[in-house]
């Protein structure tokens, strides 16, 4: 079998030797010789006949050539991915590697050498509580609770029916006639609808504020809510059918209305009563655990921002006290951007600091998986993927939309490369859970405004970060 040799020329760079001898690929080298014997159909000899000389002088040097690689690669993928390699990057030919001329007759051993660069010996220091973090608490305005509670308090509240009194919360019912030189119009148009008082405009609303039932009142229909269109006027006031509109059918503007009915929502009192029907479990009993949780609620995309930003600042700390400890092998790594990033390798070598401490960050989350003794499974990944394509449905779950959540999740699980992806995020999510229990976080109240604010700065950073990298991946985004 191939024999693989590591030579440390230092503790960042090494030299891989890979040695092939004859008799680790004679043998496969002629079995595929003879496949090709037998299936080859070459002018002026039978199939299955032509002389093995030939075929090595037709198709040896390819032959052999690919037998070789193939042998070269799994030796160097067995290595590099062991578990206990510590390489960065991928081998890279050394630069006075002579080229390799496969020779068919005279079957000879063959030695490949490689540089390969190596990770720092290190261990991750900032992970406990000496190390404090600013962590952006979003108030939650009183006001905003009030809003919900009173709104949960009306969705559980009855109508009834008040004779006068009218207020603005109200819902009147008013029964209306087209009116003609102030008089009610002969034959004119006749309605019926529903308006709530806060609605309507300023003028209109003063005076039904000092009505009662069965009173009348005048009015332009088309200005008596504010902010109404025509359309929505003869649609839903006056009720013209599609086949009014298209007819071209029109009334006057001013109408007399009788106050029909008068209906008020009493909202409910947050009784017992109210609390098991709204939440069976009975994990929330009284006024306050629900206060509680309607600020937990309204806070939830306010921290999801400041998990971000913290996450963040942790990589930023992390980086900067550790990096010290971490000196990485320059000039191979460069030379293996060149290779390995091809047209893109200019950008990534102009901003080479930043492509290094991504490396870094890169080997600081795996040495904290270790640590931790993070592991994933199936489930966890198919997780992932369900949340990620739950956010382009803006989390909604819509009806008959199981099935196809199933099928795209599937579909995500059939791609290596989103699995990894997948994988990478789930690994991130619980290395960030983690460190905010490990580390001192100072809670610093801030406004929903604010915290918005401090994450825009930080995408426009991002941003300006990848566009090092690809200015027109930000163009795209844009």
Sequence with gaps: MPNLIREDIDSQNAILKVVIGKEDYETTFKDELKK????????????????????????GKNLLHDIVTKMLQEELAKEVNAETSNYLGQPIPVKDQPPVDFEVNDLID?????????????????????????????EVPGEKIDEQINLLKRQKGERILVEDDIQEEDIVTLKAKELENGEPKEDGWETTFSVIVTRLEDEIKKEILKKKKGDTVRFNIYKLEKDAKPDYVKKYLLYFTDADIEEGTETNEEYEATIEEVKRLIPAELTPEIFAEMFPDGGISNEQELRDLISLNIAAPDETLANSI????????????????????????????????????????????????DMRWTLIKNKLFKKYGFQIDEADVREAARSRIMGYFGGQMYPGMEDMLDKLVNKSMEDPNEVQRLAGEVLSNKLFFKLKEEVTLNEVPVSSEDLAKKMQELEEENKAARAKFDPAATEEEE
């Design 110 to 138: 063959y030695e490949f050498k490689f540089e390969v660069g190596t990770a720092p010996d290190f261990e991750v220091k900032g992970v406990d509580g000496s190390v404090a973090y600013d962590f952006y608490k979003a």
């Design 36 to 59: 090709i014997r037998s299936t080859a159909n070459i002018k002026g000899f039978r199939k299955g006949k032509t002389p093995i000389n030939f075929l090595k002088k037709m198709y």
């Design 310 to 357: 913290l996450y963040n600042d942790m990589r930023k700390k992390l980086l900067e006290i550790n990096k010290p400890d971490m000196p990485l092998p320059e000039g191979f790594l460069k030379r293996w951007v060149e290779v390995a990033y091809d047209k893109e390798s200019e950008a990534v070598l102009n901003n080479f600091e930043d492509f290094a401490d």
